[in-house]
C-alpha cells in the first residue's frame, strides 16, 4: 500500500478547474490552487524523475528544488503554455543539469544497481535486463520515451519540453522503439 | 506533405504505428495506414510486436513517492505562501522548525530578560534586594518569556484554552515588564513615554484611592494596561469564545507578578498593600480587555466578511 496523503479541497472549486486556470489563481498566492497542482503533479514529476535518474536521493532533491522554482517562477508563467510541458521543462532542465554534472570528470558515478526506477518487465526475454536496453538508448530517446510512455505527454508537450518539434519527436521515439526491439531479439 | 495523395510504405509505416500505438495518429494517417495494412502481412506483424512492446512497460512497478518527502514540500511551498501574504514577512521568515523550535523562544526570553535588567539595575539597591532574590526572580521571567514565546510561535497553528491563556499572559507580561523597566532606568525620556496618559491617571488614582505616591499608582495602572492590551490583542485574533481565555491569562499576571511589585513596594515602604491594587488593576484591564477585544474583532468580521 503506498503512503497516505493530506489531499485539501478535494471535491471544492479547485478540482474542477484546468491546471492554466489554478495557475493564475496560484500567481496570486492561493494556497487551495497550489494544493490542486501539488496533488495532481507531485507524484508524476517524482515518478519522472526516478525514471531519468533513478536515485533517490537526487530525485528528493531535485523534486523539492523543481517544486520551489515553479513556485519563485510562477509570475513568469503564461497561460498560452500549457502547464503540463512547463512543469515537465522545469523538472527535465533540473535533470540535464544534474546529469550534466555527473558526466563531468572526476564526479563519482552512484551504482547504477542502487537505482530501483526499472525493473524487467514480463513480456521480455529473461536474459535481458530492461534497464539495459533502456539504457542503450540515447539521453534524448530516452527523454521522450519516458515523457510518452509513463508521463503521458503529447507529442506538442514533449516538444515544449525538450526544445524539439514534433516531427523530431515521432523520430525520437520511433528511433528508442526499434532500438528496444533490437535489443530483445539480440538476446 | 499531402498525405491523402501520398500512399502508405513498408518504409514509412513504422513511423505511423508508433504514433498509432502512442495516440498521436491524424485522421487522414489513420486512413493510409488501414489500406497499407489490409494488404501487409508484414507490417501487421510489426504492429503487434510494437504493441506488445508497448503494453510490456505496463508490467514496470509504480514509483511511489515518499511520504514524508511529499509533505515536507508541501509545507515548504505553503510556508513561502504564508510569507507572501504576511503583512510582517520579516516575523514569518523566522524559522520555527526542528532545534529553532527551541532555540528561538529560549533566545528571545535571554533577550527579553537582559533588557529588562539592563533598565532595571540601575535602581537595585543591593542592600534591600538580596542578590539570590534578584537571580530567582530574573530567572522566573527568563523562563517565563521564553515559554511564552514559544507558544505564541508554535501556537499559531493550534488552539487550545491552555494556549491562548498561557500566550496571552506572556504578552501582557512581556508589556508589563518592559514598561516597568523603562520606568526604573530613570531616564526622563523613557520614564515620560512609559508613563504618557497613565500617568495622569495614576495621579488621578492616587488622589481618589489615596494608596502611595503616584508612581505606585502607575504601577497598578500599568498592570492594568498591559492586561488591556494582552487581553485585547487575543480578542481580537481570535473567535470571542477564545478570548475569553484572556482573561484566565491576564489575571494569572497578578500571581506571577507579585514578587516584582512586592519588590519595589517593599523598597519604597508601601508593603502588601500595592499587591492588592495591582491585581485590582491586572483584573479590571483584562476584563475591559476581552470586552473590547472581542468587540472589534465581531466588527471585524461584519466589516471583512461579505454577506452571504
Not at chain 2, 520555527?96 to 535588567?117: M, Q
Not at chain 2, 520606568?183 to 495621579?203: C, Q
Not at chain 2, 491585581?279 to 468587540?295: E, K, N, P, Q, W
Amino acid at each position: 500500500m503506498g503512503p497516505q496523503f493530506r489531499i485539501s479541497n478535494r471535491g471544492g472549486l479547485a478540482s474542477s478547474l484546468s491546471d492554466e486556470e489554478l495557475m493564475k489563481r496560484y500567481q496570486s498566492g492561493d494556497e487551495a490552487s497550489f494544493e490542486e497542482i501539488y496533488s495532481r503533479y507531485g507524484k508524476k514529476i517524482y515518478g519522472f524523475l526516478m525514471r531519468r535518474l533513478g536515485q533517490p536521493d537526487d530525485c528528493a532533491e531535485l523534486f523539492q528544488e523543481t517544486f520551489l522554482r515553479l513556485h519563485k517562477g510562477r509570475s513568469l508563467y503564461r497561460p498560452e503554455m500549457p502547464f503540463k510541458a512547463w512543469v515537465y521543462t522545469i523538472a527535465n532542465n533540473l535533470i540535464r543539469d544534474r546529469l550534466r554534472i555527473k558526466a563531468r570528470p572526476g564526479v563519482s558515478q552512484a551504482s547504477e544497481e542502487d537505482g530501483n526506477s526499472i525493473e524487467i518487465p514480463n513480456g521480455f526475454h529473461q536474459m535481458l535486463s530492461f534497464k539495459e536496453a533502456l539504457a542503450k538508448l540515447t539521453d534524448d530517446q530516452r527523454e521522450a520515451i519516458i515523457l510518452s510512455r509513463f508521463q503521458g505527454l503529447r507529442y506538442e508537450e514533449i516538444g515544449r519540453v525538450m526544445g524539439r518539434s514534433t516531427e523530431a519527436v515521432n523520430q525520437l521515439i520511433q528511433r528508442a522503439m526499434h532500438h528496444l526491439r533490437e535489443c530483445i531479439n539480440e538476446s | 506533405m499531402n498525405l491523402e495523395k501520398k500512399k502508405t510504405t513498408c518504409e514509412d509505416s513504422e513511423s505511423l504505428l508508433v504514433k498509432k500505438i502512442t495516440g498521436e495518429l491524424l485522421p487522414e494517417e489513420k486512413q493510409s495506414l488501414e489500406s497499407h495494412l489490409a494488404q501487409c502481412a508484414l507490417c501487421v506483424a510489426k504492429e503487434r510486436e510494437l504493441t506488445r512492446e508497448w503494453q510490456s512497460f505496463d508490467s514496470l512497478p509504480a514509483l511511489e513517492i515518499p511520504a514524508e518527502l511529499y509533505e515536507k514540500t508541501r509545507e515548504t511551498i505553503l510556508g513561502h505562501l504564508k510569507r507572501e501574504r504576511s503583512p510582517l514577512p520579516l516575523a514569518e521568515s523566522i524559522p520555527r522548525g526542528g532545534v529553532w523550535s527551541l532555540l528561538g523562544p529560549l533566545a528571545a526570553g535571554v533577550a527579553i530578560t537582559g533588557v529588562s535588567y539592563a533598565l532595571i539595575r540601575n535602581s537595585i539597591d543591593l542592600k534591600i534586594h538580596q542578590q539570590h532574590i534578584l537571580i530567582a526572580l530574573f530567572s522566573l521571567w527568563g523562563i517565563l518569556f521564553a515559554g511564552g514565546f514559544w507558544l505564541i510561535l508554535e501556537g499559531n497553528r493550534k488552539k487550545s484554552l491552555l494556549l491562548d491563556a498561557v500566550a496571552s499572559f506572556s504578552i501582557s507580561i512581556t508589556l508589563l515588564t518592559l514598561l516597568i523597566s523603562s520606568l526604573a532606568s530613570g531616564v526622563d525620556a523613557l520614564r515620560w513615554f512609559a508613563m504618557s496618559a497613565a500617568y495622569e491617571v495614576a495621579v488621578a488614582s492616587n488622589y481618589f484611592f489615596g494608596i502611595g505616591n503616584t508612581f505606585v499608582a502607575g504601577w497598578g495602572i500599568h498592570a492594568c494596561l498591559a492586561s488591556f492590551i494582552g487581553a485585547f490583542i487575543f480578542g481580537v485574533r481570535r473567535r470571542p469564545a477564545f478570548s475569553q481565555n484572556a482573561l484566565l491569562g491576564s489575571f494569572l499576571i497578578t500571581v506571577l507578578l507579585s514578587p516584582a511589585i512586592y519588590l519595589h513596594g517593599s523598597s519604597h515602604d508601601h508593603g502588601y498593600g500595592i499587591l492588592a491594587f495591582g491585581a485590582l488593576g491586572t483584573f479590571v484591564g483584562a476584563f475591559i480587555g476581552v470586552g473590547m477585544g472581542s468587540m472589534g474583532s465581531f466588527i471585524l468580521r461584519r466589516i471583512l466578511t461579505p454577506a452571504t
